[in-house]
């Protein structure tokens, strides 16, 4: 190695595997109902997809991915809850990996919810 | 890209309960589970909590798994991985914890993590030491990189002295004034040596530190070499830490590969390699004088000072030496200034000291708080108290080389000069917490046999003079004692602290001296009522069957191994003193607990 930005260059591809590590990162916290019923209904690839997503859009100091268990909304399953200190909880249902895109880019990065995702829309 | 990070604790003490053998059935139920693109297994250093043992932690959420069995692994991949609920029986639980406190508590969360604050175990527990990229993902050898571009050798010795870091090996000597006497000397050749002999019985804070993080002690002693002047270092590493041995051979391998260390390290002109020297274990040979004798190749017995191994060292050439510990603090002091580093701990002792808390504590293993914590915060809050409801009656600080610390100055804020000034010492940092079983003659005693055969015996005082003292405490503890022989003890104490060569001798009485201080009346009731009042020294203890309470039943007299015990079956039996060996089994088997310890 003959410079400090060979030195940066490690430091930067490896950031994004160890951040992981940092439990109080996050001022955004991201849960993916992982239970049985959220699995069959496809949570994972929800999951994988946040997982990926957010490292990708270089949120992960902000954001915290992680999952939980059985929400109790079995029929809305794959859902995703977004918690944001100082706000409301949101709660997203019906999760594909393609909206898992859309609320990473619009609600997470842009700091606007996707109102027509929520339980709220659909339970109108 | 990994979702989940499950770290296993690869220390010493979670690979002795069996964190292999977890590693690997983590392993293979991964990839059963067809998961090994999505959780990585990371194989860490000591996380501190070593009595509970093996432990995991798993990332994002930090929990917090303790004592786990390979039985256990599947139903945390099943359930934890899987389904995202963590398996409530194996999460760590709180000491002290209320209702309200969560179950499943994360690491930073809990008391025994609170208080602390990690500087040189920082990445203990977080990365994994074998690889050195997560080293530097965790801004490692960026410190050197700043040293060697922006700083002159002047700028880094400013930087330590404004930092006000202390010597953690024990005597507390300001680290940045050692290297400029270095720097000061004159020579062609000039060496950079680590201790990591950690000698003292009972503290694991270096071996810790080399098995988690090893990069750092690399760096800080790249660091040392530029300002000193110096192109060679060694690392004197006792032979029976076999996993630090091995991280540390790796590191090196890896920091040579990547130009971190060997010739012109990191495109400047700067030379810098370092070897290993394993050492046989003798306390002594953690007295720098004795270490660098080592590393020469000779009998570790200590040499006379002055000449300071700063002036005349490692083959006769200007040396620095400094403690594993002292090193870890430097490349953050680089990185994050002076200032941040002063801002922990007291006027005069800047940063944070790792422990090795033992004994009669319930959380026993590594904190790392900043200077200035008072004993009771590390005892009642990280160590969560006392356990079985026994009082605590004093902490030893600095092992055989230091004193005691009696409940009563519990509230002492913990740094170089107060623990000298009740006459204890930080020393390298074992703790080691007694409660009321605990007498402090035979602790004082103890603590004496150690530096009794540990002394290296060239100097009189120290090998003559520790084995009279010893000789009096046995005298004491057998029931034989006088009242003279207190200031016996006290006087031939003051002669060796004055006389004896190095500072094994020089610090051996202390514990006799300071627990003479604090627990004299101890001292009396052995030598004038003949009793040991924390019934521990055994030939002062005397069983007594209370003939109120015994019935008769013999049972006592069977489980005598010698015989000493008689009587008619329905009345109250006897101990016959003379034959007794106070091995307790008497006292053990009555039902009707009519034994009693006099
Ligand atoms: C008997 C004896 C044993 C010692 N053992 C150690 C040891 O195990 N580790 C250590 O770092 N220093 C030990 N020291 C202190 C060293 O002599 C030396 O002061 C220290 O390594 C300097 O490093 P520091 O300034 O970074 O503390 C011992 C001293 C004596 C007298
Ligand atoms: S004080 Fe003890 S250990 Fe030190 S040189 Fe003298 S005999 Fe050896
Ligand atoms: S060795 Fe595992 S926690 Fe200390």
Redesign the interface.
């Known amino acids: 190695?003959?410079?400090?930005e060979e030195?940066m260059a490690?430091?930067e591809?490896?950031?994004s595997?160890?951040s992981?590590?940092n439990?109080?990162?996050g001022e955004l916290r991201v849960v993916?109902?992982?239970?049985?019923c959220g699995?069959a209904a496809g949570a994972r690839p929800v999951?994988?997809a946040f997982?990926?997503g957010v490292?990708e859009a270089g949120l992960s100091d902000k954001v915290?991915?992680?999952?939980?268990?059985c929400i109790g909304i079995c029929q809305y399953e794959p859902v995703v809850e977004v918690y944001e200190e100082g706000k409301d909880k949101i709660t997203y249902v019906k999760m594909t990996a393609d909206k898992a895109k859309e609320v990473i880019e619009r609600h997470l990065k842009g700091g606007k919810p996707i109102a027509e995702y929520t339980i709220g829309a659909a339970t109108k | 890209?990994?979702?989940?990070?499950a770290?296993i604790c690869g220390g010493t003490g979670c690979t002795s309960s069996g964190s292999v053998r977890i590693r690997e059935a983590l392993e293979k139920e991964i990839k059963e589970k067809g998961l090994e693109e999505?959780v990585?297994i990371v194989q860490t250093g000591c996380f501190g909590l070593c009595s509970l043992g093996p432990i995991m932690i798993v990332?994002?959420?930090?929990t917090f798994y303790s004592m786990v069995k390979p039985e256990d692994v599947p139903e945390i991949v099943e359930e934890h991985f899987?389904?995202?609920?963590p398996v409530e029986r194996l999460v760590y639980h709180d000491t002290g914890a209320d209702e309200t406190a969560q179950h499943a508590a994360?690491?930073?969360e809990t008391n025994f993590y609170k208080k602390q604050k990690r500087v040189a175990l920082r990445n203990c527990g977080?990365?994994n030491p074998e690889n050195i990229?997560?080293y530097?993902?965790?801004?490692g050898?960026?410190a050197i990189?700043k040293v060697l571009?922006e700083m002159t050798p002047d700028d880094v010795i400013d930087t330590l002295n404004a930092a006000g870091l202390r010597g953690r090996g024990g005597g507390g000597f300001p680290t940045g004034k050692k290297w400029s006497f270095a720097k000061a000397s004159v020579s062609d050749k000039k060496y950079v040596v680590c201790n990591a002999d950690e000698g003292d019985p009972g503290a694991f804070m270096d071996r810790s530190v080399l098995e988690g993080d090893p990069h750092a002690v690399l760096e800080a002693m790249t660091i040392a070499g530029y300002t000193i002047g110096a192109d060679e270092g060694w690392i004197y590493v006792r032979a029976e830490y076999p996993i630090a041995v091995k991280r540390l051979q790796i590191a090196i391998e890896q920091a040579r590969e990547?130009?971190?260390l060997g010739k012109n390290i990191?495109?400047t002109d700067f030379n810098f390699d370092i070897h290993i020297r394993l050492g046989a274990g003798a306390f002594v040979c953690g007295e720098e004088t004795a270490l660098l004798t080592s590393i020469e190749g000779n009998r570790g017995e200590p040499r006379p000072r002055p000449p300071f191994p700063a002036v005349k060292g490692l083959f006769g050439k200007p040396t620095i030496i400094n403690n594993v510990e002292t090193y870890a603090n430097i490349p953050q002091i680089i990185l994050k200034g002076a200032d941040w580093f002063a801002s922990m701990g007291t006027e005069t002792s800047k940063g944070t000291k790792v422990f090795a808390l033992g004994g009669k504590i319930t959380n026993t293993g590594l904190v790392e708080i900043p200077m200035g914590t008072t004993l009771r915060e590390i005892i009642e809050e990280i160590g969560g108290g006392v356990p079985n409801g026994k009082k605590f009656k004093a902490a030893q600080t600095g092992g055989p080389s230091g004193g005691c610390i009696p409940a009563s100055l519990i509230d002492t804020p913990i740094d170089y000069e107060n623990l000298g000034k009740i006459g204890s010492m930080m020393g390298s940092g074992g703790l080691l917490v007694m409660d009321e079983d605990t007498c402090m003659v035979d602790l004082a005693k103890f603590f004496l046999e150690f530096t009794v055969d540990e002394s290296c015996g060239k100097c009189t005082p120290c090998r003559i003079g520790t084995v009279r003292m010893l000789e009096i405490l046995e005298k004491i503890t057998s029931g034989n004692g006088e009242m003279e022989d207190l200031d016996k003890l006290e006087e031939l104490a003051n002669h060796i602290k004055s006389s004896a060569l190095c500072g094994l001798g020089q610090t051996a009485p202390n514990p006799v001296l300071s627990t003479l201080r604090y627990f004299r009346d101890e001292y009396i009731a052995h030598i004038k009522d003949k009793k040991c009042p924390a019934h521990v020294c055994k030939k002062l203890m005397q069983y007594v069957i209370d003939p109120d309470k015994c019935r008769g039943c013999s049972a006592c007299s069977r489980a005598c191994p010698v015989g000493a015990i008689s009587g008619e079956i329905k009345k109250p039996f006897k101990i016959d003193p003379s034959k007794c060996i106070k091995c307790g089994a008497c006292k053990a088997t009555c039902k009707f607990n009519a034994i009693d310890i006099q």
Request: aromatic share 8%.
């Open positions: 190695m003959k410079s400090i030195l490690i430091k591809k490896m950031q595997k160890v992981l590590r439990s109080d990162a993916v109902g992982m239970a049985t699995i999951l994988n997982v990926e490292n915290m991915v992680t999952q939980t268990g | 890209m990994f979702r989940i990070h770290l999505e990585k990332y994002p959420e930090g899987l389904k995202g609920r994360s690491l930073s977080v990365i990229d997560e530097i993902a965790m801004d050898y960026f990189a571009k990547y130009g971190l990191l495109g």
